[in-house]
């Protein structure tokens, strides 16, 4: 059973609904809960959680990038994605991945609860319109990768931001961005800012 689960959504009442249904399954546990991916990032780095709670529609991250840094930091959490979006092509994604399960925001307490409990019990969640229409792209992302900064770095980029922009709004030297940049590239196995910018933008679901 969970001993310590991290709720990363920025939504007060989705996240009190996941913080009650958590709590139903795993009474005793430690829940913690984080309003931007930074903050959920910067949980993991400090202790180990056995769940994570995750919206894909955080307001520094869309999409499945989040799921990819959060599961490099806790490779041995449950990680448990929540999102609006009812696409079979997003769980599909998600389970890829190496999401545990899928919630939607929109479920029923009920359903919050055996999602959470078939979890935290070392099993998977996934609504069952997930196996419909299999035939998606099952390549596998290498942005889980990146640093949390080299992630910030390549988000602010994707928003059109240049070099001495990103510099400024980070709070850290144009040459340090050009660094993360050349990393960023390495990791990516790309060449050039585009190619990095595409490989993350494949990511971004309607969440």
Same mark, same amino acid.
């Given at each position: 059973?969970?001993?310590?689960?991290?709720?990363?959504?920025?939504?007060?009442?989705?996240?009190?609904?996941?913080?009650?249904?958590?709590?139903?399954?795993?009474?005793?546990?430690?829940?913690?809960?984080?309003?931007?991916?930074?903050?959920?990032?910067?949980?993991?780095?400090?202790?180990?959680?056995?769940?994570?709670?995750?919206?894909?529609?955080?307001?520094?991250?869309?999409?499945?990038?989040?799921?990819?840094?959060?599961?490099?930091?806790?490779?041995?959490?449950?990680?448990?994605?929540?999102?609006?979006?009812?696409?079979?092509?997003?769980?599909? +994604?998600?389970? /890829?991945?190496? #999401?545990? %399960?899928?919630?939607? &925001?929109?479920? !029923?307490?009920?359903?919050? *609860? =055996?999602?959470?409990?078939?979890?935290?019990?070392?099993?998977?969640?996934?609504?069952?319109?997930?196996?419909?229409?299999?035939?998606?792209?099952?390549?596998?992302?290498?942005?889980?990768?990146?640093?949390?900064?080299?992630? +910030?770095?390549? /988000?602010?980029? #994707?928003? %059109?931001?240049?070099? &001495?922009?990103? !510099?400024?709004?980070?709070? *850290? =030297?144009?040459?340090?961005?050009?660094?993360?940049?050349?990393?960023?590239?390495?990791?990516?196995?790309?060449?050039?800012?585009?190619?990095?910018?595409?490989?993350?933008?494949?990511?971004?679901?309607?969440?």
């Amino acid at each position: 059973m969970a001993k310590a689960i991290l709720i990363a959504d920025d939504h007060p009442m989705c996240a009190a609904a996941l913080g009650m249904a958590a709590r139903e399954v795993a009474p005793d546990a430690t829940i913690e809960q984080a309003g931007t991916l930074a903050a959920a990032v910067s949980r993991a780095e400090q202790g180990p959680f056995d769940l994570i709670l995750l919206d894909l529609m955080l307001p520094d991250v869309q999409g499945l990038a989040g799921l990819l840094m959060l599961k490099r930091l806790q490779p041995t959490a449950r990680i448990l994605i929540v999102s609006s979006s009812d696409q079979p092509a997003v769980m599909r +994604r998600a389970a /890829r991945e190496g #999401a545990s %399960g899928f919630i939607s &925001k929109s479920a !029923a307490m009920s359903a919050m *609860i =055996a999602a959470i409990a078939a979890v935290c019990a070392g099993g998977q969640s996934f609504p069952d319109e997930m196996y419909v229409d299999s035939d998606a792209d099952a390549g596998v992302s290498l942005i889980g990768e990146l640093s949390p900064a080299q992630f +910030r770095v390549l /988000r602010a980029a #994707a928003d %059109g931001s240049q070099n &001495k922009q990103i !510099a400024y709004e980070l709070g *850290i =030297a144009e040459t340090t961005v050009k660094t993360h940049f050349a990393q960023i590239f390495r990791k990516l196995g790309v060449t050039n800012r585009t190619q990095a910018i595409l490989a993350l933008q494949a990511l971004d679901v309607a969440a």
